[in-house]
């Protein structure tokens, strides 16, 4: 079964790391996905740029509106995803633990 991990991190805190801190969790975080190449768990990731970035689509009937920001007030941020295959949610979910970033973050599968 197929199974996403969405990692959601508060963005501000990740911008008070040390330069230091932030190289060793990006660098935990390839290791981890060539981890799950080699056993075969792997199917796609990415990293998403961050909040302010994004933009908010709305239609309605004929109306489309746009609106810069993400549309939830939240502490936390959607920050990238996982798409991993695995037998069975418990796998899943033990597999997300493992995940670096989850140290800092939220992992939702």
């Known amino acids: 079964m197929r199974f996403m991990f969405m990692i959601h991190h508060d963005e501000d805190e ?10 060793a969790l990006v660098d935990g975080a390839l290791e981890y996905t060539d981890e799950l190449r080699r056993t075969g768990h ?3 990731s990415d990293a998403l ?7 908010t689509i709305r239609v309605r009937g004929s109306k489309v509106s746009t609106t810069d920001g993400p ?3 939240t502490k936390e ?7 991993d295959e695995a037998k ?5 979910c033990a597999m997300a633990s493992r995940f670096p970033p989850a140290r800092i973050g939220v992992i939702e599968v």
């Open 88 to 92: 069975n949610i418990d796998e899943a």
């Open 42 to 44: 792997y199917i796609v």
């Open 71 to 73: 549309f939830a007030e």
């Open 14 to 23: 990740l911008r008070a790391l040390p330069e230091d801190e932030m190289q």
């Open 49 to 55: 740029q961050f909040s302010p970035t994004a933009r």
């Open 77 to 83: 941020q959607l920050g990238g995803f996982f798409l």
